[in-house]
């Protein structure tokens, strides 16, 4: 349950108003009052161990197979708060918040096994990781092709989840084949000339102003048996390259088709190798293009994610399951030297235009006190 900066509890769903260009979530609180929402996370959840969260997580996914019925218009987004995707501390939607986009997937259980020479930490460190990933397309497909986008959730013990997200571009039908391109937590900037691009993309500047690229340092901080490191280390970004037991013909398909190509892969099944890039690889502007050697700087092979269980749809994972963006800011406050690399220009490589000397920190949030970070105590729903 959300609850408000001042630690009231919502007493309506909380939703964004055109009143601050639907920018921040509010809920009542009482007649003729509201404020803003802040979602805390869950204090009983998030204390138990991996293990049981993992467990969790799986009953829920598996509990009802069937998928959401059609895709939700993408410009959905301009009505939802964007910051609620940064700043849900939990791991489900907030009650009466939609998918906007990626609305349908395939979750898959997965395991990497990180490199032993892996000079990270947390997540990233070397050793075996346990997580989840979310595959589907981030719009319908009406655009003669797929549009590819993963989600990633690692559950910690004592902490909350590591996230990420990875796409090949914001270009929307890039192929009838899922799995044709690679992948990253970095794409290319918006094309100026596509209009929905350019609408979510103002949309995502309300609480990040690099909507192209997402944050590792979460990632960094905590390892998965909840240890913390006071000075993570993280890659510039990750590099995700599909592997050859995944590949499907490039004809055009139904989303029903597609599923149940994801959902008959094997258990064992590769589906992506992920390369830490230990920096940046020119001027980016072309992140997820070409090989490794050519797209990730000071590549290093992190691990394969392999299949544990059977991929399958999920009412779950389509209504509830979420994975959190995090600020690239973060990234860069963390490691300042992200923005001193030679060839490299954030401010360009975020589609600013400009100098990343313009704008280094996230534009400030909606509800910020104590309690704001503070988690509740609230029984997990779907």
């Not at 192209?212 to 510039?236: T, W």
């Not at 499907?248 to 959902?263: G, Y």
Request: charged residues 20%; contains cysteine.
């Amino acid at each position: 349950m959300a609850t408000t900066p001042s630690g009231k509890r919502c007493k309506s769903d909380c939703g964004a108003s055109v009143l601050d260009a639907f920018k921040c979530d509010s809920c009542s609180t009482g007649f003729l009052s509201s404020e803003h929402c802040v979602y805390p996370g869950n204090t009983s959840f998030e204390a138990q161990n991996f293990k049981s969260k993992y467990s969790y997580f799986w009953e829920k996914i598996t509990r009802d197979l069937r998928r959401i019925s059609d895709y939700p218009s993408p410009l959905g987004v301009v009505t939802e708060s964007a910051q609620t995707t940064f700043y849900n501390k939990g791991d489900e939607m907030p009650s009466g918040r939609v998918k906007a986009i990626h609305g349908i997937g395939v979750i898959c259980p997965f395991t990497m096994e990180n490199a032993a020479e892996s000079p990270y930490t947390g997540l990233f460190e070397p050793g075996r990781q346990e997580g989840f990933i979310r595959m589907g397309s981030a719009v319908d497909y009406s655009n003669g092709g797929l549009t590819p986008g993963l989600g990633i959730k690692f559950p910690r013990t004592g902490i909350l989840s590591g996230n990420y997200v990875a796409l090949h571009s914001l270009d929307f039908g890039q192929s009838w084949n899922f799995f044709a391109s690679n992948l990253s937590n970095h794409i290319p900037p918006a094309r100026s000339g596509n209009v929905q691009q350019k609408i979510i993309v103002k949309k995502f500047q309300q609480a990040s102003n690099c909507a192209p690229q997402v944050g590792l340092s979460d990632m960094a901080r905590y390892s998965q048996n909840g240890q913390k490191h006071e000075s993570p280390k993280f890659p510039f970004k990750l590099f995700l390259v599909p592997s050859k037991e995944v590949q499907t013909p490039a004809i055009e398909k139904t989303v029903d088709q597609v599923n149940s190509e994801m959902s008959s892969f094997p258990v064992g099944t590769t589906l992506y190798t992920v390369y830490a890039c230990g920096k940046a690889a020119g001027d980016e502007m072309k992140p997820t293009e070409g090989s490794v050697e050519m797209s990730c700087g000071a590549p290093m092979k992190l691990g394969d994610m392999v299949t544990t269980d059977k991929c399958t749809t999920s009412a779950y994972g389509d209504k509830s399951f979420q994975i959190r963006h995090q600020p690239v800011e973060e990234d860069w406050q963390a490691d300042p030297s992200i923005l001193q690399q030679n060839g490299y220009d954030a401010g360009k490589a975020c589609g600013w235009g400009g100098s990343s000397d313009a704008v280094q920190v996230p534009p400030s949030r909606c509800a910020m006190s104590a309690s704001s970070v503070m988690l509740s105590d609230d029984v997990l729903t779907v």
